[in-house]
């Protein structure tokens, strides 16, 4: 009997606007190694993929990033998908709204390579907007919410497509045309059944290291409703959680298999289950498995006497989304948090020994000068190791973009341009757009003057810098490298 071959594509999208650090698709590589467990020849390409850098630099630019350019690039993807969609079946894409008009570009190279593979577009987008999606040229079938399951149905289904009303989560077209929409698929409850995530990716650039820090996931889903995210489109409101004896296994696994020993948790919100937190830093710790790690978190979820055990069990980073500094603010995107909060959470991730990082975002529609301002004073107040300062990005599935486009506010639907090249999407109350980035500029170039002083004047902090990266010698060396050039800038005055 014949198995249906599977190649699963991550569209280039950070390769293209470097506004972050390249994290390998772990969502791809859950579904890879689901389906490799019943039998499966299944491969995974990573088009967003080079050689592994820290993007030290802030970016801010009110330019466009245009998935069309970079022709370069997109010639070395042609080609390797050549080769890799050699008697493929089923083309499965990740999609999320910042690369969304990449991901139709894949799809469009694939069905002129070979016109017989079936495109399925899955990830947060599609699963938001899953007949929008059906509706683009060369998409095939639609999976909303997770993956693996749906993924092996179709895999054991397709080419039959009078299967395909019988299979949950999933949208296609009829023999009509017509949209068809099954019934939704329930969450997986036991993430423990779900082998641990493929790391096996193949790249354009002809080799693919693997990076000396490894996202992992303890969780699914999230219980909070801020009103900016649209996470819960795929993994729900309800969360799920891998038993720490699970999780400690695959840690155990990659520092075998890779070498690596530094890891980043990439849950929504690490840490809502202090039972699998406590049980898993107690594991690191009983057998010996010396690592570091870090995980973002919400302000409060975390007590001192937690984090303290974190630090014990090899924790040197946690990040805490903060969003504003402004009460009023804080209220109308339903962060349900205060600033005091805020404050007194820093101050245990500090005194815990734990470097701090903290989560902004600016330019909500009721922005103001004052708003901004409190900001600005939250960030000197608690003075966090390090900063992400977002625009807004009114991302489909989140209430602020539901009411933007209640009141006709957003100025475009365009899905190419929903990206942190080109955050200038709706109309504001009080501040337009290039008042905001300039803001911005000025408040991160102030903070990273701060952070190099203190570079220079407490060579605690510099110790302790080389001590955490020690084990990762990518990283380590990047490390030096930003050492050597913040101290170029602090000689020359150019900040």
């Not at 303890?218 to 795929?234: E, I, P, Y």
């Not at 933007?404 to 955050?423: C, Q, V």
């Not at 999407?425 to 190099?452: C, S």
Request: hydrophobic share 40%; proline share 4%; net charge positive.
């Amino acid at each position: 009997m014949h198995k249906n071959k599977i190649l699963l594509v991550n569209p280039p999208y950070v390769v293209f606007t470097r506004t972050a650090e390249p994290c390998l698709p772990l969502g791809l590589g859950y579904v890879s190694s689901f389906l490799e467990s019943y039998g499966f020849d299944v491969s995974i390409f990573n088009a967003d993929w080079m050689p592994y850098t820290i993007f030290t630099k802030p970016i801010v630019s009110n330019k466009s990033y245009d998935y069309k350019q970079k022709e370069n690039h997109w010639l070395k993807i042609k080609n390797c998908m050549v080769k890799l969609l050699e008697n493929v079946d089923i083309l499965g894409i990740a999609v999320s709204t910042p690369s969304y008009g990449s991901a139709l570009k894949i799809a469009k190279i694939a069905k002129d390579i070979n016109p017989n593979v079936v495109i399925v577009a899955g990830g947060i987008h599609p699963s938001i907007m899953p007949g929008k999606t059906l509706k683009e040229d060369n998409i095939d079938i639609v999976v909303i919410g997770e993956g693996e399951h749906t993924m092996l149905d179709l895999a054991n289904n397709l080419p039959n497509k009078k299967s395909l009303y019988n299979i949950p989560g999933i949208c296609f077209r009829d023999e009509q045309g017509e949209a068809i929409f099954t019934k939704r698929r329930d969450f997986i409850e036991n993430l423990d059944l779900l082998p641990s995530s493929n790391r096996k990716f193949i790249s354009s650039e002809g080799r693919y290291d693997m990076m000396k820090i490894a996202p992992i996931i303890a969780s699914r889903g999230c219980c909070f409703k801020c009103s900016f995210c649209s996470r819960h489109a795929v993994m729900g409101t309800n969360v799920r959680y891998r038993s720490a004896d699970n999780i400690a296994e695959e840690i155990v696994y990659l520092k075998r298999k890779y070498r690596i020993n530094r890891f980043d948790f990439k849950d929504d919100t690490f840490g809502v289950n202090n039972l699998q937190v406590n049980r898993l830093c107690d594991i690191l710790l009983s057998k010996g498995i010396n690592i570091s790690w870090g995980c973002q978190t919400r302000a409060g979820i975390l007590d001192f006497r937690m984090l303290r055990l974190m630090r014990r069990a090899g924790c040197f980073g946690v990040s805490i989304g903060v969003e504003s500094g402004n009460p009023d603010m804080l209220k109308k995107i339903k962060k349900n948090i205060s600033i005091d909060r805020v404050v007194n959470s820093a101050a245990d991730i500090k005194r815990a020994g734990i470097k701090l990082g903290c989560n902004f975002i600016i330019g909500y529609r009721e922005e103001t000068e004052k708003t901004l301002q409190d900001t600005e004073k939250l960030i000197n107040k608690i003075k966090p190791d390090g900063i992400n300062l977002s625009l807004l990005i009114p991302y489909p599935g989140s209430e602020i973009f539901d009411k933007l486009s209640e009141e006709n506010r957003l100025k475009t639907y365009d899905w190419t341009l929903y990206n942190a090249k080109n955050p200038d999407l709706f109309v504001r109350d009080n501040m337009p757009y290039d008042k905001l980035v300039m803001h911005r500029e000025r408040i991160l170039k102030n903070f990273l003057i701060k952070m190099r002083l203190k570079k220079f004047t407490n060579i605690k902090y510099i110790i302790n810098d080389l001590w955490i990266n020690r084990k990762c010698p990518v990283l380590f060396v990047e490390m030096l490298k930003q050492f050597v050039y913040d101290i170029f800038k602090y000689l020359s005055h150019s900040y």
